[in-house]
């Protein structure tokens, strides 16, 4: 009898442990407001609010230790409306994502600013207006930041270089003018990938940036001018290059190109001179310089006759292999 006492204990003490709802009720209340605001939709049906929201529920998750939500991430799917100012009163998040959400539209939330222990915001491929907001730089943590694929206006916040961790910049294809912010030129801590690209940005590259070993940069289709070549350097460890499609002007035969340099395309632009004989020492797997200004033969050896004509076609006087013979 004992025993069999001992037994419906344990059971009952086993069965109230499993079914107890780590979820912290704060975190699921605002999490149920955020599901409201965009319409109870199918994409949040697994937020139940007899659930608990730690093991029941998609697109979020629990820290181990303390349950609380460290991670939001709604990805591809029918969701309409704008970001909701409640994802600020999720004080222990540590990854924001809105995805591929293309009806979701209205400006970046102020509240998002109260986010202290956020390390990765992605707010990609939505349909967001307004301008990239300088309060972003409060968010020091941040080692990845992604608001490409946007309707985003205004110009670039120079704030953005004080974050000290951040590794990746992507502002990539939005509406933004102005020049870019000379303070890019003097990251603080880690030198993030720069991603500038399908802007309307204006004006020189800031002479600044050529204190920055950027592994990854582009800055192109874009309306830039003057000099780019304060990006490379024999001394750089820069992988990807892409400058093309912008009115950049500058002569190539005395730049020292970066030797792990893999992809560099600065085709449409007005770049002159001759191809320097050091690039054959490079082991490029893609290289575009068409449609510019260059001149003179393409020194042979290395990677460079491995590419076909369209890498050089469209120059003033380029001659040789793979182009026509140099008279």
Avoid at 248 to 273: Q, T
Wanted: hydrophobic residues 40%.
């Amino acid at each position: 009898m004992k025993t069999l006492f001992l037994s419906l204990v344990i059971s009952t003490l086993l069965s109230l442990s499993l079914s107890k709802d780590l979820c912290n009720s704060h975190d699921k209340k605002v999490l149920l407001r955020i599901k409201k605001h965009f319409g109870d939709p199918y994409l949040l049906a697994s937020w139940q609010s007899d659930t608990d929201c730690c093991k029941a529920w998609y697109q979020v998750k629990c820290d181990s230790t303390s349950n609380r939500i460290i991670s939001l991430t709604i990805f591809a799917g029918n969701l309409s409306g704008q970001l909701p100012a409640a994802v600020g009163d999720l004080p222990y998040l540590q990854t924001l994502v809105f995805r591929k959400l293309t009806d979701v539209t209205g400006p970046i939330q102020p509240a998002i600013a109260k986010l202290v222990h956020l390390n990765f915001l992605s707010l990609d491929r939505l349909n967001l207006t307004g301008t990239v907001p300088g309060f972003l730089s409060k968010l020091k943590k941040l080692t990845f930041l992604d608001l490409s694929f946007n309707g985003l206006s205004g110009s670039i916040p120079s704030s953005l270089a004080l974050l000290p961790n951040l590794h990746a910049l992507h502002l990539d294809r939005n509406r933004l003018t102005g020049s870019i912010p000379e303070s890019f030129g003097t990251f603080k801590g880690s030198v993030p990938y720069l991603y500038l690209s399908h802007n309307q940005l204006t004006g020189e590259i800031p002479a600044s940036l050529g204190n920055m070993d950027f592994s990854v940069i582009d800055l192109s289709r874009n309306k830039l001018v003057g000099d780019a070549s304060m990006l490379f350097g024999l001394n750089k460890t820069t992988r990807d290059v892409d400058l093309s499609r912008n009115i950049l002007k500058f002569n190539l035969s005395n730049v020292a190109f970066p030797s792990g340099l893999r992809n560099l395309d600065i085709s449409h632009n007005k770049i002159f001179g001759s191809i320097p004989p050091q690039m054959t020492q490079i082991p490029l797997q893609s290289l575009n310089m068409s449609y510019n200004r260059l001149c003179g033969q393409i020194p042979v050896g290395g990677k460079l006759q491995s590419f076909d004509y369209s890498t050089y076609f469209h120059n003033r006087c380029l001659c040789g292999v793979p182009l026509e013979n140099c008279k």
